[in-house]
Each structure stands twice: as C-alpha cells, then as structure tokens.
C-alpha cells in the first residue's frame, strides 16, 4: 500500500524568508503523481504544486517548488518570500496513474511571522 | 466559473440517525470523489465516481454510500450514525480520472455527531 509521510508537524518562517516542507512516500508504481495542497482556515483544499513522476525536472509555480527525488522517495516543497498569507496547512499527497484517490500525508501547520 | 460547492456547511445529527451530503461539481467535470478529514486520522480517501459508476472505494464500512446523477452531482449517505463519523468531509471534482488533472476540492460539510 502507498503510504505518504510528512516529518514536521510545525514549521514556522519569518515573513520574506525561505522554508522548506518534507515529504517522503512509499510505492511500487513507476508512474504516478504527487501534488501539495495547502488548507487555510477556511478549509478549503487549494492545489500548490503538481509533478508527474516520470518528469526529472522539478516543477515551480512562482514562489513555490519542489524537489523530486524518484530515487529516495522525496518531494519536498520549498517556498520563497514567505508571505502571511502562506500561513495554512500544507499537505503532500500521491495518485496513482488512473483514478482520482489521493492517499495524503498528516500536514504540516505552518506559521508565517511578520 | 463556480466551484465545488458542497452543502450544507454544518450539519449536527444524533447517534443512529442517517445523513446525505451533497456535492456539485465544476460545471464539465466528470469525476467527483469524497474524502473524510478527523484530526485522530488525517484526510482519508472515501469513493470516487466517474460518469455515474464507482471507480474505486476506501476502506470504510457499508454504512458510508455514494451515488452520482447524470449532471454529474453527487451525493454522499451515512447511514446508522457512529459518534465516530463527526468529520469534516471533503468533495473533489476533476475533469478525468487520470493522469495529472488536479482535483479541486469544496468547501467541506462539518458534520457533528452527538
């Protein structure tokens, strides 16, 4: 079974600076799918980021971009000029090839200082 | 273009009763899965459907069901309530069932169990 996890419960990044989300998986599949949502109070899921497995390149949405390790199972996201608006919960989630369930990991709260 | 607009927001029912929750997807997409979110077990996958058929189950009791209309709405019912079952639960449509189509998520029903 695919598992997704995420180390760091709590983050936190002065307003302006960079911080850096963990997240490792575990699969036997070759092609897949790995996504970051964030989740503000508001609880709605918002899409961050997206990589396609077999893409070496690593995937960025202007602030926001990961580090894909195929190899080690690693999907880190990185975020540039933190802003106070970033502050959500960010989960790392996987999907296999065909069907829409998403297998998530815990999430990280991250705080974001001014 | 609206989103996924899931209602009602807040729902606060007793133990044994049953509940439906509703689910419109993004106009033109075809696919719409439901997910449960407890702090005790994170964001669990639910059930997805595709063009009215189920195309993949979690793992959860028979209690939990779904069904998808030909406009492709759905609806989600709990029968037999469990104080258990207060979550949040989450809809997600997408255009298809594969590939990199991100999923986009409503903004969940609260439900309650007392």
């Known amino acids: 079974a695919q598992t997704v996890t995420q180390s760091q419960p709590e983050m936190s990044v002065q307003e302006a600076e960079t911080v850096t989300l963990s997240c490792t998986y575990d699969?036997?599949?070759?092609?897949?799918?790995l996504f970051w949502y964030k989740q503000p109070p508001s609880r709605q899921m918002i899409l961050v980021i997206r990589q396609e497995a077999y893409k070496q390149q690593n995937a960025t949405e202007n602030r926001f971009s990961v580090n894909f390790q195929k190899a080690a199972k690693s999907f880190s996201l990185k975020i540039s000029d933190s802003q106070l608006g970033d502050a959500a919960m960010y989960f790392c989630?996987?999907?296999?090839?065909?069907?829409?369930?998403?297998?998530f990991g815990a999430g990280t709260i991250l705080r974001v200082k001014s | 273009k609206a989103g996924v607009t899931q209602t009602p927001r807040y729902l606060i029912k007793t133990r044994g009763q049953q509940v439906t929750l509703s689910c419109s997807p993004i106009s033109g997409h075809r696919s719409v899965s439901w997910y449960q979110q407890t702090p005790g077990q994170g964001l669990q996958f639910l059930f997805e459907y595709f063009s009215e058929t189920q195309r993949n189950k979690g793992n959860f009791p028979g209690r939990f069901s779904g069904r998808q209309f030909s406009n492709s709405r759905s609806e989600m019912n709990v029968s037999t309530l469990e104080l258990g079952d207060s979550a949040l639960y989450l809809c997600a449509s997408s255009l298809v069932s594969a590939g990199i189509s991100p999923l986009h998520f409503g903004n969940g029903t609260r439900l309650t169990v007392t």
């Open positions: 699969t036997s599949e070759s092609d897949y799918y």
């Open positions: 989630a996987y999907r296999v090839e065909y069907g829409n369930k998403l297998v």
